[in-house]
């Protein structure tokens, strides 16, 4: 599997993950980030899940929920360019995708089973990749990226929010 990102055309607002991910191969950043995740959970109760630090920001809940969101739709992303689909994939407001998720609603220990399914199943995915098909290009919402990116960007996306969990909700 191709391990550098740097030959890589990537619109940079996908930098920012990228540069998260704590590996140089995107199967092992989303091990890493994931493995950190779960030990970050481990340490939060029922009632923590549905602690917000501020009116307005999402619960832990919430939090992880829109993790599992996004990496859903980055999966049918990187899915769709690796079979060389030549659509602009559509953008999406995680705001929205939030205030319908009722996530608040849920028991936090079944939202972590489902980040652990969703995971494994997006491992199993990327793991089914050539590297002729990591290697493909598309775009969504306009932006430019290749499935390899989103690899990494899954991994950045969710050590970017597990690190704001850190450092606003657990500090």
């Not at 990537?10 to 920012?16: D, G, T």
């Not at 994931?34 to 959970?41: A, R, Y």
Request: glycine share 4%.
């Amino acid at each position: 599997m191709q391990t550098s990102i740097a030959n890589h055309n990537v619109a940079n607002y996908f930098k920012q993950y990228i540069d998260l991910a704590k590996s140089e191969e995107p199967i092992n950043a989303m091990e890493i980030a994931h493995q950190h995740t779960n030990e970050l959970m481990d340490l939060i109760t029922e009632e923590q899940g549905d602690y917000s630090y501020a009116e307005e920001k999402w619960s832990i809940k919430e939090l992880l929920v829109h993790l599992i969101d996004m990496e859903r739709i980055f999966c049918n992303r990187a899915l769709r360019i690796a079979r060389n689909d030549k659509t602009d994939l559509p953008g999406y407001d995680h705001n929205d995708y939030i205030s319908y998720s009722e996530a608040n609603n849920r028991n936090l220990c079944d939202i972590i089973k489902e980040y652990n399914l969703v995971r494994k199943g997006t491992l199993a995915l990327f793991n089914s990749f050539s590297e002729t098909m990591l290697n493909r290009e598309g775009t969504a919402n306009n932006n430019k990226l290749t499935v390899l990116a989103i690899g990494f960007i899954i991994a950045g996306h969710e050590t970017h929010h597990i690190n704001v969990m850190e450092e606003r909700y657990l500090n």
